[in-house]
Each structure stands twice: as structure tokens, then as C-alpha cells.
């Protein structure tokens, strides 16, 4: 059995070479299997195989395909006398040589040269191996019996064995059917012969023998050379093809990967322009997040960023959608924007973006780089439509592509094989398509594009160059140039590598992309250039102090390789407010400036100075006013006055810290008679009885009089039945007295409703009803604002708003 | 490899920063004139901005996006992002995808090298009314008629289309220039050329610099008859006086059409306002523009041009144009329809370099803060917002400190300028100064005027009417009390009125004179801005120093 060869070749091959196996297929081990039977089923399995075929060049993969078109092992002279003669150009070996190294490898290809096979389940895995249709055996399979008898009758008289086997004798050597056949049907099935195999002819599963065939299908058909495959599809059978193709698998086989061509550039100048965009999106990120820190978007239901919040950004940050989309996503998956905020959901920067806010400009790039690097999100797609015709967000879910971190590794791998070289796209995507021909496809072209379009923005790339810092950070990415490109590399790898080759790409180019791409970046400069416009240019990145300094004392204007900033009147007064000196801040902006500060900068921040913290604003809780000074200057020398925290704001005046009841009863303690006073200067009286909630604007209050006169103890009783009406759970109506409605002119309405705020008393009033009827109301009100009196209203046992124009008279209840 | 030790640092925004003291700052300048505009001027970095129209200017002028492109990474201290480089690419390649041309048959045709661009355009329905019949794949046929409004309409687009219909020849007239005693100064010569060769456009000089002359010597290239359209009367007798002195033009050939004299002759001065004279709606004017087989049409002060013009000037697009002005900043922002409608830019030179060979007079610009009493500042609370600025601007406290600036500088020309008759007439009698006002006649102007010039009256009062146009030379301080809302356009014309080269060589002095702590002080903000802006030297001194130090 071929899976127990398998196995047992699996077993024998070294430890190091197990290593290399499990490596480059890191699926075979998660999990772990139990044993090295289970590491080889598992290596058979169709998934895994398919994963394994998918990282094969063009080259590897013909091999394969070329052993897959043998029945059994073949010797390693036939594998590489049918490699040869499909190579358009050269030598099988040295190619083939690495090819089958790479194969054993990764376990795909086992047995010793004189008998190479692929592994169990291969075969399988591949369809159609270079374009082939299957054998004989398998191409006839759903033909009735005694069909393939009779074809067999005809093509091959004589012969025994069951109709099927006769036939595939037969079609092995299909030299002498194909010349029978005429010169039309003949080419009919050249057509066919490089692939695909299958053909479409209508009613192919017509009845014919050789004896009765007109057409050249019904010629092909009769003797077999094609196979009805479905009601409308023909498919040329394996040994037909091989043989049409003349004994090769491949046409024009490519042993080496198609040369990229493209425009050449100068490295140095291709290193400092994509150190320029490095520069500027690490900008553009950090503009992004200062900007959400104030204005966060919301978050969609959806999980996404709006389509207008989007555009918005864009037009902010002065850059095409794409770019903006991409800054958004990479801000993301660098984790310094998140969700968050209130129930809805805002996009707002993270605590990380603090974290990354305050490092270098090289660090800050090499983490977003990175992250673009290994992001499985495609920020190219927003814009686009999904497959239900809905837009794609930014930031939505449905953005993620698994193979989009592959496909950007490959091509950037492209790019660093090409060094000082611009490649075209296509040139591109020819290499990709080479070094992975399993994996085309539209999207996968759509990948490559925004991978490289991408790769320019981030500033990996320059001019379409691969940039010094670009390179150190694939390298530090564990991306070596030769990662994705498996033979060229691999000649020496023998001759005493040691470990995973991952690990020793690293070890070779262990240089930290951030040291690479710094010295190109602007040195942060610790100077400004003062001019007389009132504004400040750092010819520079300032160092990271004087920048703070800066950014307190003036506004910044314009961004980009140095810093515009403006002195305003508003400027100067927050580093006033901030709690530096005029004289403190001019002295620091000479000593920060190149040149002299100019008078006009001068006179500003005198002037902003002068005018600083003349009105002085500040909170109490009372104050205590006296127009004898001597009086409050005996309360502030009083011992017992120390816990009101008192201040003495002007000779006339003290303000405190405490309550005005509190102060007002402090002051009686210590044996003064205060008056409390209302906002508006009125003397106000605090109740006799029981204490009440302290409402601001509910103080209600009677001329000051000495002793118990009877309107004070009117007013007395009638608070008291007021009080206790309110705190009657049940409220009767009232019923309204009986006469006049009252009626008075409005200034007279107004004063009386205010006196009964003040005093608390109830009244009764004519009101006329939203549907203009005359009614009375007895009422208990409670404040009047806004042309409208609230007030308890007793005579309906509920509280309403009544407006004061329709109030036609009020009159007190004695 | 470290970075370059250019002068220019490129910033995201599009702006460039030119450090004026590096080396290499007169190299990189040159550079970069041709396709950013001078934003800014201050004493030690210069803010030049890259606009698509600097950028179509650059085109239009022949430059190319790779000579931008070099002359930006070149002297650029820092690395230059891609993005900017594609953008201004991307955005030169826009100008001339779409050419307007002359064909036998169909007359005007818009032809494109891009076939995409012309059905993009094509579908725009702001542009299909002016078009007529399509001529196969690449061209289609404009009404001639509207020759000015496709090329707006398609500036509006963003694919400003390159006019090479070429101008008719307009009828002959023998005009040289009669350099006795005097010669075209170096740059005015490279104006005239600059703006021949390229057909039609823009001459950008600052005031003071002999515009008028730039002009005359256009129309000795053009030698054919001309119309030029001036703002005022006042500056329309200039022009007459001017051409007869340098040119050989007699006063017969010269006609003067405004609001009192309509005389049409080979060369016709009109002012702005007598053809914006609407009359029942319709502008009476209007024949003027057809009057004569015009070979050539002079705009003063374009940037002044107002709206009816515009329209006018659209159906003019095949007369050659030539705009004069000193700043390209419109205030209404119809930059783009002086580039689509009188032409790109062809010739251009800073302030600072004319003042540094000598041409124009330096300027040192003094703002004066005066403190209001207690009672004006509690007036001026108590003030309606809209009451505000002319309370403040015409305090009593301002006459007096106007008075001392006058007495400092006895013996020299004085003008003093405002906004408020009343606060004018107030200081012509403090002053003892006539002053001149929109209803004083123009007669009485041009006496005033050339008394001053005749330096027989030392001090002048002058309201906004003496903004534009009018030639003092011999004005050696201006003193500004009030003014338009802080107008820097205002600024430039009125800082214009001292900049002429004075008789004795000596610099100019303009006092703005401010009441501190109002909305006053803040308007002079934006003129102080303005001007250090422009490079000009700016000081700020208390009132106290004039009224006691003098």
C-alpha cells in the first residue's frame, strides 16, 4: 500500500528534515498529531494537500503535475527527460534537482530517485494536472457496458478483456486511430489538446460506431478519442493528450521566474521619498486621532465607519478617499482607534495612541507599518459594494480578507528580489502568477494592486522602489525576499544551514527598520524663526519640550516637513492662563529663537498681559456686606469666624465659603444680627416655623419687624394650611367661591401674583379656558416665568401652567 | 546619507517654505516662481502655495510637471511625500487634455488628446448648451460666442482648456513708445514681452512700479487701436497724461469715455463704472465693445474687475487681454475667472525684490495704539455692534494723536486717509489741510492734487476715493485713521500711495493710528498681517510716545 510507504518514509526522514516539513506545512501540527501516522494521513488529507500545492512556483508545480501523469513511481531520468523537453529554454537539473529537494520537503514527493511518487492523495488533489483530462479508465466511466463493447469491437477487433480494458489498450498507443479520423476532426481535438481538455458539442451522448460516423465529433466519438462527459461536453481522454502533445506534459515550461521589468530608479532618491511619505502618513494617522479626540464619528449598527464621516475626513485631511480609508483601518488595527464612548458608539483614539503619540517618528511608523504589513483587513475595498450591492465601510467587518497579509508579503517580496527597480504591475502580478499559479484570480489581483498602491502611501515603497527601511521591515517581519520565492534560494541551503529558514533570514538582516528610515526623516530641530507676521516656523520636528511649549503659546497653522505656528491674542492668553509669565514667555521665546523677536511679538504678548486676570472671577458660597468697615474688620479678627473660611474681598465686603443660612446662623452665635439678603438686594426673612426645602428661587419674605404682629401671624396660619393642604394625600377640589370673577388690569395681575409667590399665600383668579370660557381658580403659586404662572391649582387638585394673559383678575383669599 | 541642506521645506498643505537667508534661497526661488504663488513675506521664511491654478499658470507658461517635480525635490530640505508629487502631476496633466482651436471649416473647435476627458466633459451639462455639432472622436465645435464661458465652465470642471483659437488683429494703429529721456525699465520690457508671447493675460506688479508704462508698451507691440478700462476718472487722466508723455500718441488720438465725456477714438479710456451703468436693466454702455475693431483691451486693476465685466469680457475672448494689478488676491475669490477669462499669469515680481533693486520706495509701517479716555471707552460699551467701528475709529483722542504724527513730520508730504467724512472734515480743520471727498469735483482733485505734487500744500486729507490709481510721488507719509473693515486689498492700494520712489531716495512712513482694546484694534490685526505678510517692517508704538516724545 502506497499510504504505508508513505508512512514509513515519513519515519525515516530525519529530525531536521521533519523540521523543515512541519515548518512549511505549519497546518500538519495544529494540532499536534499523535504520531507520525497521524502527521502522515494528515499530510494526505485534500485540504492540506491543496495548501501545500498552493505555495508551489510554476516550475515545482509542473513537476508534480508531471508525476502525476505517470501511473506509478517513475525513475528520476524519465521525470527529467519529460521536464526537459517541455522547458522552453535550458536544462532540467539544476532546477529539477531543487524542485524535488523542495518536494521530499514538504512531503509531497517521496521514494528514491529511481522511484519518485507523490505522495498518497496528490494525484487526487489535482484535478487536471497541466491542462489534462482523465484517463481512460476514469473518462468512460458512467459509458454503459455494452456501449464500451462495441467501441471496443470496432477500434480494436480481436482483443479480450472487458470492454473498458480493451478500450484503454487500445487509446495507449491512439497513433493509428488518430490517423483514420479526418483532417477536420483532427483538428478539433488540437484544440483541446494544451488544455482544457473538455470541449462543448451538442448532443454528446449521440450513438455512433465507426461504421455509421459523418461528422468529425461522431468520428472522435466512435473510436473514442473523445468522451462524452455530459449531455453538452466532450473531454479528451489523458493518453490521447499526452500523445497529441507528443510525449510532453508542459509547453514552454519556464524554469525561472519571468524577469520583472519596469523603470529604474535611484535607490537613494527612491529611500528619501518614501521616507517623505513615511513622514507624512504617520502625519496623516496622527491627524486622524487628534481629530477624533474631539469630534469622534459614530459608530454604524452595522460596525462601521459612515459614508459621510468618511467623506468628511477625507476633505479634512486633504488626501483621496482611499488614503484616508487606509490611515482609518491601520489606525485601527494598530489599535489607536477603538470603539467606545456612550451607548451608541464612537470611534475615539485609544490609550495606546497616547502611548504611540509620544514616541520617535521612526518607532511611530514602523508600528503602523507593521500593522499594515500584517493586517487582514483590505482598506481598498471600502467604497465598493458587497455582493448584496451594499457599500463597504471603513472599519466594517465584512472588509477582511484572509488573503490579504499573504498577498502584500508576496509582493513587497517581488519588489526586494528588484532592488533599485520601479516594476510595472503587471510585470508584477506575471511574477506572482509564476510563483504561485494556484492562486490567481480577480481578487487576487485586486489584492496585488492595493498592496502596491498601498505600499507607496505607507512609504515602504518609493517611486515603486522598495525603499532601505521597507526592507528592514520585512526583514523584521520575518519577510524575507526569498520567503515566498522557494528554488533560486534554496541551492545552498544544505550545505550546514541550521534551524528554520524563517529564523535565519532574520538573523541575516536583523536590522531595526526604525534605525534605517530615522536618519532620513527630519532631525527634530530645538529652534523657531520669529517674524514679524506673528508667526513662528520650526524648520523642523521640534524637540518634543518646545514643542509642548509651542503648542501652548501658539497655533499651529500648516503641518508637514516643518511646523507654521501663529501668535494670537488667544494664543498668548492661554500660556498666560497656564500659568506662565509675560515676562517668562518672552524670555523663552528668545531663547527658543533663531532670530530676534520682533517688536510686534513683543507688544502683543505685553498687551495680551496687560489686559490678563484684571477681572478676577471666582466662587462663593455667602457674602457678608457691612458699610462699616470697622464692623467686618472685628468679625475677620474674631477666633470663632475662622471655620467660615472667610476672605475679605473689598473693605465692604466678605465673601465665604459656606451657605448663607449657615452664615447668617454662625453670625447670631457670635452675637451679630445679620439680615439675609436676596439676589436682588432684598432683605429677606427666614420662616418662623418649621424648616422647608431651601428652594432658590421660593424665598419668601415679610417686612422685618420685631415681635409677633398679627399679619405675621396671619401669614403664619395661612402657610400652615397651605403646608398641610400639600401634604394631603387625597386633594378634595375646591369648591370655587361664589361671585365676581376678579378682574383687574395686567401690570396690577402681575405684582399681586409675584406678592404671592413671595409671601406663599393662595389666591383666586379669573382665567379665561383655552376655549375662551370664564372660569375662577383658587390657586397656591408657585413661580411665574416665561409669560406663564406655574401654580398648584385647588380647585382641580393638580398642578398647571396658566398663561398669564388670560389671567383677567386676581384677588387675595382672607 | 542625510537630508538635504535645501532652503525649501514642503509642507502637507501645499504650501512651501522658503528660508530667504540660506544660500541657496535666490536659486530655489527662481525655481519655484513660475508655479506657486508668494503667499507670504515676512522677514525670514517666505510661504509660497501650489494651487491648481499656479500650477496651470506654470503650464500655460510651458513649464512642465517634471521641471516641478525636479525643482521641488531638488531644493527641498526634506523628503518630499509621493503624494504630493503625483498630485501636482496628476494636476498639470489636467491643463491643455483640452485645446481650443481655430478650424477652417468649422471656425471654433474644442479638440481633446483624451478621449475620456472630452465625454466626461461633454456630459456636463453646464457645457452642452455652448457646444454644437461633434466632429468624430476628438473634437466638437463651440459656438464662438462662447469661447469665454466654456473656458470657465470648464476651469469650474477642472480641465482648464488651452486657447490657442489666436486673436483677431483688430484694426492698425501706429503706437511706439518715446523713450526721450527715459527707457523701459529692465522687468517692465520682460512684462510686455512675457505677456505678447503668451497672447493674452496677466502682468502682476506691484504699485508703484510703472504699470501704466507695461501697458504702453503692450500697445506698441499690438500697434493697433485699444481699449483700456480703468476704476475711475482721476486714473483714466492719468492714463491719457501718461501715454501722451511716453508714447507717440497725441491727445487727439486719445479718447476719454465716462460718465461726462464719451469720445471714441483709436485708443478709448473707460472707466469701470460708466460700463456698468445699467439703464432699465440693460447696460447702455455695452456698444463701446464694438464700437471699434479693438486690437487689444487693457484691464487695470484686475483684481478689482467687477462681476458685470466679467460677462462682458467673455464675449470678448478674441481680442488679445492684458491685466495689470498688483496682488492676484481677489476678495470675492474670482481668481479662477481672471485666469479663465483674462488669461494665466505672465509676469510676476515680489514687492521686496522691485524695493531691494530700487524701483519702489521702502516703507516702514508704524501702527499707533491710542488709549481711549474713561468716557469714550464707556461710550464706546454702550455703543450698537454695528455703531462700533466708526465710534472707535473717529474718537477725539485719534485727531489728536493724527496732529502730533503731522507735526512731527514738518516739512514732508503728508497724506491723511480715512473713512468717515465727518472725522475728515474734523482733521482738515484741525489740520488746516484741504481735504478731498467723493463729492469733491474732479477738477478740484486734480488742482489739490497737483499742489501736492507741486508741494505747494504739505498735508492732505483724503477719503477712500484716493485709493486707486492716483500718482503722488511725492507722498512721504501716509497717516491711516480709519478704514474699510480691515481690508487688505485696501492696504495694498492705500500702502501703494507712498511707495513711489521718492525725488530725494528716501523711505516712506505709514502710520495706522488705533484705538486700543476695540474692534478697531482688532481690524488692524488683519492689516498688520498683511503687511509684515508682505515684508514690510512693523512696529507698534503707544500714543503716549507721540503725543509726549516728540
Redesign the interface.
Known amino acids: 500500500m502506497a499510504s504505508m510507504e508513505f508512512t514509513e518514509w515519513i519515519r525515516a526522514r530525519s529530525d531536521e528534515q521533519l523540521r523543515e516539513l512541519v515548518s512549511a506545512r505549519p497546518e500538519l501540527i495544529t494540532p499536534v498529531p499523535a504520531h507520525l501516522e497521524g502527521l502522515a494521513a494528515r499530510a494526505g488529507s485534500p485540504s492540506a494537500i491543496g495548501r501545500a500545492l498552493d505555495r508551489l512556483d510554476r516550475f515545482t508545480l509542473a513537476v508534480v503535475e508531471t508525476l502525476a501523469v505517470q501511473d506509478g513511481p517513475s525513475p528520476r531520468e524519465t521525470l527529467a527527460d519529460l521536464v526537459g523537453r517541455a522547458l522552453a529554454a535550458g536544462e532540467p537539473e539544476p532546477a529539477l534537482g531543487a524542485a524535488l529537494d523542495r518536494l521530499r520537503d514538504l512531503a509531497l514527493v517521496y521514494g528514491p530517485d529511481d522511484a519518485l511518487d507523490l505522495a498518497p492523495g496528490v494525484r487526487k488533489a489535482l484535478d487536471d494536472p497541466a491542462g489534462l483530462g482523465p484517463p481512460v479508465a476514469d473518462v468512460f466511466r458512467h459509458h454503459p457496458p455494452e456501449q464500451l463493447d462495441e467501441m471496443a469491437d470496432d477500434i480494436a477487433p480481436g482483443t479480450t478483456g472487458t470492454g473498458k480494458e480493451r478500450l484503454a489498450a487500445a487509446l495507449a498507443e491512439p497513433a493509428k486511430l488518430l490517423e483514420e479520423v479526418s483532417g477536420e476532426a483532427r483538428a478539433a481535438l488540437d484544440q483541446l489538446a494544451w488544455g482544457p481538455a473538455t470541449g462543448r458539442v451538442p448532443n454528446a451522448r449521440r450513438e455512433v460506431r465507426v461504421g455509421s460516423a459523418r461528422s468529425p465529433i461522431e468520428q472522435l466519438l466512435a473510436r473514442g478519442l473523445l468522451a462524452a462527459t455530459g449531455e453538452e461536453s466532450v473531454t479528451l481522454p489523458r493518453e490521447v493528450g499526452l500523445h497529441l502533445r507528443g510525449g510532453r506534459v508542459h509547453r514552454d515550461l519556464p524554469a525561472a521566474p519571468p524577469a520583472l521589468e519596469g523603470t529604474a530608479r535611484d535607490q537613494?532618491?527612491a529611500?528619501?521619498?518614501?521616507?517623505?511619505?513615511a513622514?507624512?502618513f504617520v502625519?496623516v494617522v496622527e491627524e486622524l486621532c487628534e481629530r477624533w479626540s474631539f469630534e469622534p464619528p459614530g459608530v454604524l449598527r452595522t460596525g462601521g465607519l459612515g459614508v459621510r464621516d468618511m467623506k468628511r475626513l477625507t476633505t479634512e485631511l486633504?488626501?483621496p478617499e482611499w488614503?484616508a480609508a487606509l490611515a482609518v483601518e491601520v489606525a485601527h488595527a494598530a489599535g489607536l482607534v477603538a470603539q467606545g464612548g456612550g451607548v451608541d458608539g464612537e470611534w475615539l483614539p485609544t490609550t495606546g495612541y497616547d502611548l504611540w503619540r509620544v514616541r520617535s517618528t521612526a518607532d511611530r511608523w514602523v508600528t503602523l507599518a507593521l500593522t499594515w504589513l500584517h493586517m487582514d483587513r483590505v482598506p481598498g475595498l471600502v467604497g465598493e459594494r458587497d455582493e448584496r450591492d451594499r457599500p463597504l465601510n471603513a472599519l466594517h467587518p465584512d472588509l477582511r480578507r484572509t488573503a490579504a497579509p499573504v498577498v502584500r508579503a508576496a509582493a513587497l517580496g517581488v519588489l526586494a528580489s528588484a532592488p533599485g527597480l520601479a516594476p510595472s504591475r503587471a510585470s508584477v502580478l506575471d511574477r506572482m502568477a509564476w510563483q504561485q499559479p494556484r492562486r490567481r484570480g480577480p481578487l487576487r489581483e485586486q489584492l496585488v494592486e492595493f498592496a502596491l498602491r498601498e505600499a507607496?502611501?505607507v512609504?515602504v515603497t518609493?517611486?515603486g522602489v522598495l525603499s532601505g527601511h521597507g526592507r528592514a521591515l520585512m526583514a523584521s517581519a520575518g519577510i524575507g525576499p526569498g520567503a515566498e520565492e522557494s528554488t533560486r534560494t534554496r541551492a545552498g541551503k544544505a550545505a550546514g544551514s541550521k534551524g528554520t529558514k524563517g529564523a535565519a533570514a532574520k538573523a541575516a538582516v536583523a536590522v531595526d527598520p526604525a534605525a534605517v528610515l530615522a536618519?532620513?526623516?527630519?532631525?527634530p530641530v530645538d529652534h523657531v524663526?520669529?517674524?514679524?507676521?506673528?508667526?513662528a516656523?520650526a524648520?523642523?520636528p521640534l524637540t518634543s519640550e518646545l514643542n509642548r511649549w509651542m503648542t501652548l503659546a501658539a497655533d499651529v497653522e500648516?503641518?508637514?516637513?516643518?511646523t507654521?505656528y501663529r501668535f494670537s491674542?488667544a494664543s498668548v492668553r492661554r500660556a498666560l492662563d497656564a500659568g506662565q509669565g509675560a515676562d517668562e514667555l518672552l524670555a523663552a521665546l528668545e531663547r527658543h529663537s533663531a532670530?530676534p523677536v520682533?517688536?510686534?511679538l513683543s507688544?502683543l504678548v505685553a498687551d495680551v498681559a496687560r489686559?490678563h486676570g484684571r477681572i478676577r472671577v471666582g466662587t462663593a458660597g455667602a457674602y457678608i456686606r457691612c458699610d462699616d468697615p470697622a464692623l467686618l474688620d472685628q468679625i475677620t479678627a474674631d477666633r470663632r469666624s475662622a471655620s467660615l473660611r472667610l476672605r475679605r474681598l473689598a473693605p465692604t465686603v466678605i465673601a465665604s465659603r459656606t451657605s448663607r443660612a449657615a452664615l447668617v446662623d454662625s453670625l447670631r452665635a457670635m452675637g451679630y444680627a445679620p439680615v439675609a439678603e436676596s439676589l436682588d438686594g432684598d432683605v429677606i426673612v427666614s420662616r418662623l416655623d418649621g424648616r422647608r426645602s431651601e428652594g432658590p428661587a421660593q424665598t419668601r419674605s415679610v417686612p422685618a419687624s420685631n415681635g409677633l404682629d398679627p399679619e405675621v401671624a396671619a401669614a403664619a396660619v395661612r402657610a400652615l394650611r397651605a403646608g398641610d393642604a400639600a401634604h394631603l394625600a387625597r386633594r378634595e377640589p375646591v369648591a370655587a367661591p361664589d361671585g365676581a370673577i376678579p378682574r383687574g388690569p395686567a401690570t396690577s395681575t402681575i405684582t399681586a401674583l409675584q406678592d404671592a409667590i413671595k409671601q406663599g399665600v393662595r389666591v383666586w383668579i379669573g382665567y379665561l379656558d383655552s376655549q375662551g370660557n370664564a372660569t375662577s381658580r383658587i390657586l397656591e403659586p408657585a413661580r411665574m416665568e416665561g409669560g406663564y404662572l406655574t401654580a398648584y391649582d385647588e380647585t382641580r387638585a393638580a398642578v398647571h401652567r396658566f398663561a398669564l394673559h388670560r389671567i383677567t383678575g386676581v384677588a387675595g383669599l382672607s | 546619507?542625510?537630508?538635504n541642506d535645501g532652503p525649501l521645506?514642503?509642507?502637507?498643505?501645499k504650501?512651501l517654505?522658503l528660508?530667504v537667508d540660506h544660500e541657496k534661497a535666490d536659486e530655489c526661488r527662481k525655481a519655484i516662481a513660475p508655479f506657486a504663488e508668494l503667499e507670504?513675506a515676512?522677514?525670514?521664511?517666505h510661504?509660497y502655495r501650489v494651487t491648481p491654478l499656479a500650477l496651470w499658470n506654470a503650464r500655460a507658461a510651458g513649464h512642465d510637471a517634471e521641471q516641478v517635480v525636479d525643482a521641488l525635490?531638488s531644493h527641498?530640505?526634506?523628503?518630499?511625500?509621493?503624494?504630493?508629487?503625483v498630485d501636482v502631476a496628476e494636476t498639470m496633466a489636467r491643463y491643455g487634455r483640452l485645446r481650443l482651436e481655430k478650424d477652417p471649416v468649422h471656425g471654433l473647435i474644442l479638440t481633446s488628446s483624451d478621449r475620456a476627458v472630452l465625454e466626461e466633459v461633454l456630459r456636463s451639462k453646464k457645457i452642452q448648451p455652448m457646444l454644437g455639432e461633434r466632429l468624430g472622436a476628438d473634437s466638437v465645435v463651440v459656438h464662438p460666442s462662447d469661447r469665454g464661458n466654456v473656458k470657465q465652465a470648464l476651469l469650474k470642471l477642472g480641465w482648464p482648456a488651452e486657447d490657442l483659437a489666436g486673436y483677431v488683429d483688430g484694426e492698425h494703429h501706429p503706437i511706439d513708445l518715446a523713450q526721450d529721456g527715459w527707457s523701459l525699465r529692465p522687468y517692465q520690457q520682460e512684462a510686455a514681452d512675457a505677456f505678447w508671447h503668451g497672447g493674452s493675460g496677466v502682468v502682476v506688479l506691484p504699485c508703484g512700479a510703472g504699470k501704466t508704462i507695461v501697458g504702453a508698451a503692450a500697445m506698441a507691440h499690438a500697434r493697433a487701436t485699444t481699449l483700456i478700462l480703468v476704476t475711475n476718472t482721476v486714473s483714466a487722466h492719468q492714463w491719457k497724461q501718461e501715454l501722451i508723455k511716453r508714447t507717440s500718441l497725441t491727445e487727439d488720438e486719445i479718447g476719454e469715455y465716462s460718465g461726462s465725456k464719451k469720445e471714441i477714438r483709436p485708443v478709448t479710456i473707460a472707466t469701470y463704472q460708466v460700463m456698468t451703468t445699467r439703464r432699465k436693466g440693460v447696460y447702455s454702455h455695452l456698444e463701446l465693445f464694438d464700437a471699434r475693431d479693438w486690437g487689444l483691451i487693457v484691464y487695470d486693476e484686475v483684481h478689482l474687475l467687477p462681476a458685470p465685466i466679467f460677462r462682458m469680457t467673455a464675449d470678448l475672448q478674441a481680442r488679445r487681454r492684458i491685466g495689470l494689478t498688483a496682488t492676484l488676491v481677489r476678495e470675492d475669490g474670482r481668481e479662477g475667472d481672471v485666469f479663465s477669462l483674462i488669461g494665466p499669469k505672465r509676469y510676476d515680481a515680489p514687492w521686496k525684490e522691485m524695493e531691494n533693486q530700487g524701483w519702489i520706495a521702502p516703507a516702514d509701517c508704524v501702527e499707533v495704539r491710542v488709549t481711549l479716555t474713561d468716557e469714550e471707552r464707556l461710550a464706546y460699551a454702550m455703543a450698537e455692534s454695528e455703531e462700533r467701528y466708526r465710534f472707535c475709529a473717529t474718537t477725539p483722542s485719534k485727531t489728536r494723536v493724527t496732529e502730533a504724527l503731522v507735526r512731527r513730520h514738518l516739512g514732508e508730504q503728508v497724506l491723511v486717509i480715512g473713512q468717515y467724512i465727518d472725522q475728515l472734515d474734523e482733521l482738515g480743520e484741525h489740520l488746516n489741510a484741504p481735504v478731498i471727498k467723493g463729492e469733491t469735483r474732479v477738477k478740484e482733485r486734480e488742482r489739490l492734487y497737483q499742489a501736492f505734487r507741486d508741494k505747494e500744500i504739505q498735508v492732505l486729507v483724503v477719503s477712500k476715493v484716493a485709493n486707486f490709481s492716483i500718482d503722488l510721488p511725492e507722498a512721504a507719509v501716509a497717516i491711516q485713521v480709519s478704514g474699510t473693515f480691515g481690508s487688505r486689498q485696501e492696504e495694498a492700494q492705500r500702502l501703494g500711495r507712498v511707495l513711489r520712489p521718492k525725488a530725494d531716495g528716501g523711505g516712506a512712513r505709514f502710520y495706522t493710528v488705533v484705538s486700543r482694546?476695540t474692534v478697531d484694534q482688532e481690524f488692524a490685526?488683519h492689516r498688520?498681517?498683511f503687511l509684515?505678510?508682505q515684508g514690510y517692517?512693523?512696529?507698534?508704538i503707544d500714543a503716549d510716545d507721540v503725543l509726549g516724545g516728540v
Open positions: 537613494e532618491l529611500d528619501r521619498t518614501a521616507a517623505g511619505q513622514f507624512a502625519r486633504d488626501v488614503v507607496e502611501q512609504g518609493g517611486l536618519p532620513l526623516l527630519p532631525e524663526l520669529l517674524q514679524a507676521d506673528l508667526t516656523v524648520p523642523g500648516s503641518k508637514g516637513g516643518a507654521v491674542d532670530t520682533p517688536q510686534a507688544y489686559r | 546619507m542625510s537630508v521645506i514642503v509642507q502637507s498643505d504650501t517654505l528660508e507670504r515676512p522677514e525670514h521664511v510661504t525635490i527641498s530640505r526634506y523628503p518630499v511625500p509621493h503624494a504630493l508629487l482694546d490685526a498688520q498681517r509684515a505678510e517692517a512693523y512696529q507698534i
